[in-house]
């Protein structure tokens, strides 16, 4: 019988020393044989990454340590071994694919220095030997008009092309295995889809291991021939990817297959009209030359009407730089828009920034990263109050009041005020900005993709609560989404965007059941492509 490729016995991760100590991994078990997939699957914590990285023994030693536990790869156990051992098998025999692929390039290198230095660290090409390979990858991967690309900095490619780097580099020197660690969530379904194909394309054709970690379980019956689920540390199930979500064993595992948004039952009757925007366009124009005359314009949103309607949602959907994002902001009036818009029947389109001021307060936006939206200086307590300070609502005592009751309507305990933001988890601290917005009591709420940062199960617990709270206080909702799962979840209306300009908008049943346009039908083809489970049957559950 043939060893596999990499086997994990009994793996131990533990952090410090003392009372201080944690255990992120307790005691995980699991094998991978040349050319199979298999997907390491858990929400956040669970310590599927710190798993993988000890693969490549990339933690933070001494302060981490393997109480327990071995690591074999190619017949040798990697646990402890030096440098120069690592050396030999990072890059060479196993290649890492990260979750952010703008985090892992280097801002200030073009992308063909960036690929072109796995090759000159492991190989003995001259440079004309190492642009031809760097070029040959950056074709085999995907990216269009390779040989052009090669001074391309980071910055100027999108976020699946930026992806598709990372691969490059990952594979320049046909690794044995490949780890990619969540390498699709930032991106939007389509890309998702094109990035799976690619990866499942590459293995074949490389005969290679892959290593799939993710929270996401659409991907995993894409992507995966075996699944292990883990959970605080352990592998509660493991098997084939078909008995394992077709019969799941552990009851984590049957909350996980669960933990999907429920379809939003349709609404009838006729709705005030809240916020309502004609022909709006923000236009952002090209400068060129010594005078940077303007020679032409980016046309982000160009001649788009929305209405929003009191205790409904309209769903926003596109991919990156389709002008989704940016139609929001230029309706709520926070970058330069021209168009009409009425807030509750009043222009305020011509309005200057201070007269606009006390409109503020009705038109309010939740973002897409929790952590990165909240002052890490200030408390709980602080941020939630830091709008009725700035607009002047309130006595002391009435804003503590007020304050206490809004932290109860997103399910946060009052006694958690003198917190600060990393004290709290993801989930928790979406709540903590939903509040902060809330607390004003607007007419009007924005919610940037609020869900995308989130494990499978937060995003429906967010789902939940934001349906609640729209109930309770009539909100409009602008729901802008990449995720059809969760704008299916969430919008009465629908609007698809693509460069600019409206595709295709009506009732979401409409849209997402019977969809007219071309590149509706493509998100929705994407999208359902990742749904399917291993034999072909639809997962319905989403």
């Known amino acids: 019988?043939?060893?596999?490729?990499?086997?994990?016995?009994?793996?131990?991760?533990?952090?410090?020393?003392?009372?201080?100590?944690?255990?992120?991994?307790?005691?995980?078990?699991?094998?991978?044989?040349?050319?199979?997939?298999?997907?390491?699957?858990?929400?956040?914590?669970?310590?599927?990454?710190?798993?993988?990285?000890?693969?490549?023994?990339?933690?933070?030693?001494?302060?981490?340590?393997?109480?327990?536990?071995?690591?074999?790869?190619?017949?040798?156990?990697?646990?402890?071994?030096?440098?120069?051992?690592?050396?030999?098998?990072?890059?060479?025999?196993?290649?890492?694919?990260?979750?952010?692929?703008?985090?892992?390039?280097?801002?200030?290198?073009?992308?063909?220095?960036?690929?072109?230095?796995?090759?000159?660290?492991?190989?003995?090409?001259?440079?004309?030997?190492?642009?031809?390979?760097?070029?040959?990858?950056?074709?085999?991967?995907?990216?269009?008009?390779?040989?052009?690309?090669?001074?391309?900095?980071?910055?100027e490619l999108s976020g699946g092309q930026r992806q598709r780097v990372m691969i490059a580099t990952a594979l320049a020197l046909k690794p044995d295995l490949l780890i990619a660690d969540e390498p699709t969530t930032a991106l939007d379904v389509t890309i998702q889809a094109q990035i799976l194909h690619l990866l499942k394309e590459l293995q074949r054709d490389l005969g290679m291991a892959l290593l799939f970690i993710t929270?996401?379980?659409?991907?995993?019956?894409?992507?995966?021939?075996?699944?292990?689920?883990?959970?605080?540390?352990?592998?509660?199930?493991?098997?084939?990817?078909?008995?394992?979500?077709?019969?799941?064993?552990?009851?984590?595992?049957?909350?996980?297959?669960?933990?999907?948004?429920?379809?939003?039952?349709?609404?009838?009757?006729?709705?005030?009209?809240?916020?309502?925007?004609?022909?709006?366009?923000?236009?952002?124009?090209?400068?060129?030359?010594?005078?940077?005359?303007?020679?032409?314009?980016?046309?982000?949103?160009?001649?788009?009407?929305?209405?929003?309607?009191?205790?409904?949602?309209?769903?926003?959907?596109?991919?990156?730089?389709?002008?989704?994002?940016?139609?929001?902001?230029?309706?709520?009036?926070?970058?330069k828009s021209d168009g009409e818009i009425a807030l509750l029947g009043r222009r305020i389109d011509g309005l200057g920034q201070t007269s606009l001021r006390p409109y503020r307060k009705s038109m309010q936006i939740v973002f897409q990263d929790p952590f990165g939206a909240l002052n890490p200086r200030m408390t709980l307590g602080d941020i939630v109050s830091e709008g009725l300070k700035v607009h002047g609502l309130g006595t002391a005592a009435e804003q503590r009041t007020l304050v206490e009751e809004t932290l109860a309507d997103v399910g946060l305990d009052r006694s958690w005020s003198a917190r600060f933001p990393h004290e709290f988890s993801g989930g928790q601290r979406q709540r903590i900005a939903i509040a902060r917005a809330l607390i004003l009591r607007p007419r009007v709420l924005m919610l940037d993709e609020p869900t995308s940062a989130l494990d499978v199960s937060v995003q429906v617990q967010i789902v939940d609560l934001l349906r609640a709270l729209q109930d309770k206080y009539g909100l409009a909702y602008l729901f802008i989404s990449h995720d059809l799962r969760v704008v299916r979840a969430m919008a009465d209306d629908i609007i698809i965007m693509k460069d600019g300009k409206v595709r295709e908008s009506g009732p979401a049943a409409d849209v997402l059941g019977a969809p007219r346009d071309p590149y509706t039908k493509?998100?929705?083809?994407?999208?359902?492509?990742?749904?399917?489970a291993p034999e072909g049957a639809v997962v319905t559950a989403s």
């Not at 493509?522 to 399917?532: F, Q, T």
């Open 522 to 532: 493509a998100l929705l083809s994407a999208a359902l492509e990742l749904k399917m």
């Open 215 to 335: 929270h996401d379980l659409a991907l995993v019956r894409a992507i995966a021939d075996r699944v292990c689920v883990m959970k605080d540390g352990l592998i509660v199930e493991q098997g084939p990817i078909a008995k394992v979500f077709n019969h799941p064993t552990h009851d984590y595992t049957r909350h996980l297959i669960a933990a999907q948004p429920k379809p939003k039952a349709p609404r009838t009757g006729e709705a005030e009209a809240v916020l309502v925007g004609k022909n709006l366009r923000v236009w952002f124009p090209i400068r060129r030359g010594l005078i940077r005359r303007v020679v032409g314009h980016i046309k982000a949103v160009d001649g788009v009407d929305v209405t929003l309607r009191a205790g409904r949602t309209l769903g926003v959907v596109g991919e990156s730089g389709s002008g989704k994002t940016t139609l929001g902001m230029g309706l709520l009036r926070l970058i």
């Open 1 to 155: 019988m043939t060893a596999p490729l990499l086997e994990v016995k009994d793996l131990a991760v533990r952090f410090g020393d003392g009372e201080d100590a944690v255990d992120a991994v307790k005691g995980v078990s699991f094998a991978l044989d040349r050319g199979e997939s298999l997907a390491l699957v858990g929400e956040s914590g669970s310590g599927k990454s710190v798993t993988a990285l000890s693969i490549l023994q990339l933690l933070p030693y001494p302060r981490a340590r393997h109480p327990t536990g071995s690591i074999i790869f190619g017949g040798r156990d990697v646990v402890g071994a030096d440098v120069g051992t690592m050396t030999g098998i990072r890059g060479n025999r196993i290649g890492m694919v990260f979750q952010e692929p703008m985090t892992s390039l280097n801002p200030l290198h073009p992308i063909g220095k960036q690929v072109g230095e796995v090759l000159e660290l492991h190989t003995d090409l001259d440079a004309a030997g190492r642009r031809a390979r760097v070029i040959e990858l950056l074709q085999r991967v995907g990216l269009a008009d390779a040989e052009h690309r090669l001074l391309t900095m980071p910055h």
